[in-house]
């Protein structure tokens, strides 16, 4: 910088001097304007968007995949594409290292490279550049942290795709930003700029079709995060049925396990009464839940020692649902004590999707399942439970009231054909007995031919007829 140059910095310095800006209240009042509105915007962004509820750490679950915070997402997105290119995915210090070093370096040395004492913007047009260039590829990084390299069919195609969109046009066009910079000293800042901008638009274009073509996530039971103490209880509720009905019944009174192998006959104090609930805490009750209780036949269903078993927060839900629902010193909320489908009118047929599909869940689902003692009876689908079973030609026949099912809910065990004496299949559920509500809700929806949404069951209509069934049942006419 020459001696001429100087002395038009200092000359300019010294009229900004003279007519100054005093720090209060001039400063300080645009420091307040700028921080109230970072605060506005901050207090916008937790209402409307918030932040995604995750499940509680579990040190125990060995299947977590930790995942960094959304503002160390690029740098993550980075290192996966950087990953899957050849030999270069091998050496991982030239990304972890080497890759993120040279980017600090040449940003810390960026006011040194260029010099020039020039502040308006058309002067500044390579720092300009860059950072541009960064901000949007730290953007889009971000944008597409969640894609896969590698799609399930094994195709590279999207990998490829972000490869181009987050290194390869931004690596290029920050290197030729340098060359025009220094080798052609006669280039134009709006020259500049407008490749800046052509190579923003593409990596924004390819991330478009990467973000296009990739599968979109779905949602899975095991991912959601009840928030509320309500969708708690609910959660619990769910939990509970499947993972503990079978041995202590749906409301938590068995004493004596019938229909579980290894445990039949077994005495056991039930789970509802004040000898349990006052006397263990929630931590207490979470520790049973999660380690078992090995002496008495009970299998522990934390991930610690059950790598498919539950997680830290479903059993803490579980724990919720049974203090407010059988501890007395606990008030249900009024939203948790609505009804487990929605009442049947006289005449009404119900439905698999909104009436039946809750009752499976909440008593049947516990056993029949895979891996259960159920002679191969499944319901854990629509599907299933008119296609499985040992006696599938018995088990559920649409209009038949002598189904097997219908004959086992109304307390009529189904005698082995082979030996009257024995029992081929008991009542069920084993522990517990069904609301006369739910027993009709299952009659009418087998009696009606077992309709799947409540669109076919609208077409139904149920009229009274004699008994016909070991309990009675009702019969099906269309509606005209």
């Not at 962004?45 to 299947?63: M, R």
């Not at 049947?344 to 399942?369: F, M, N, T």
């Amino acid at each position: 910088m020459d001696d001429e140059t100087k002395q038009k910095i200092k000359e300019r310095y010294q009229r900004q001097v003279n007519r100054g800006e005093r720090f209060w209240p001039d400063s300080i009042f645009k420091d307040l304007i700028v921080s109230l509105a970072i605060f506005t915007l901050l207090i916008l962004l937790a209402t409307f968007i918030g932040v995604a509820s995750e499940p509680k750490a579990d040190p125990s679950d060995t299947s977590y995949i930790p995942r960094p915070e959304w503002y160390f997402l690029f740098l993550f997105k980075f290192l996966a594409i950087y990953g899957q290119i050849p030999v270069l995915g091998k050496i991982e210090w030239i990304a972890t290292v080497l890759v993120p070093g040279i980017a600090m370096l040449v940003l810390t040395l960026l006011p040194f490279i260029d010099r020039t004492p020039n502040r308006y913007y058309t002067k500044r047009a390579l720092p300009i550049s860059i950072m541009a260039l960064v901000v949007v590829d730290i953007i889009l990084l971000t944008l597409m942290a969640d894609v896969p390299t590698v799609s399930e069919n094994g195709s590279k195609l999207v990998g490829w795709l972000q490869a181009v969109a987050g290194l390869a046009i931004p690596g290029l066009t920050m290197i030729a930003l340098f060359l025009m910079a220094f080798a052609f000293k006669n280039i134009s800042a709006k020259t500049m700029f407008w490749m800046t901008a052509i190579a923003s638009v593409l990596m924004i274009g390819f991330t478009g079709s990467v973000l296009a073509i990739a599968p979109k996530p779905t949602a899975t039971a095991e991912g959601t995060v009840a928030t509320t103490l309500v969708d708690q209880i609910f959660a619990g509720q769910d939990l509970y049925s499947v993972n503990c009905t079978e041995c202590h019944g749906d409301d938590g009174k068995v004493t004596k396990i019938e229909g579980v192998k290894g445990l039949e006959g077994k005495e056991i104090p039930p789970i509802n009464g004040h000898d349990v609930l006052y006397t263990l805490d929630d931590a207490s009750l979470a520790e049973v839940i999660a380690y078992g209780r090995p002496d008495a036949g009970m299998n522990p269903f934390g991930k610690t020692y059950n790598p498919a078993g539950l997680s830290k927060s479903e059993i803490d839900y579980i724990v919720i649902f049974m203090r407010y629902t059988w501890d007395d010193r606990f008030e249900m909320p009024a939203e948790a004590l609505k009804p487990l489908f929605p009442p049947l009118a006289e005449g009404e047929v119900p439905s698999y999707d909104v009436h039946i599909q809750p009752i499976v869940k909440r008593y049947c689902l516990a056993c029949h399942r895979a891996g259960k003692e159920n002679n191969n009876f499944l319901m854990d689908s629509y599907e299933n439970i008119l296609s499985t079973g040992d006696n599938k030609d018995k088990d559920i026949i649409a209009g038949d009231p002598n189904s097997y099912f219908l004959q086992v809910i109304q307390g009529h065990a189904i005698p082995d054909p082979k030996d009257p004496t024995k029992t081929l299949i008991r009542t069920m559920p084993p522990n517990s007995q069904l609301k006369p509500n739910i027993v009709d809700a299952l009659i009418r929806w087998i009696m009606a031919g077992m309709p799947r949404t409540a669109e076919d069951a609208a077409k139904l209509t149920v009229t009274p007829a004699p008994a016909t069934g070991p309990a009675g049942t009702p019969s099906v006419t269309p509606t005209p």
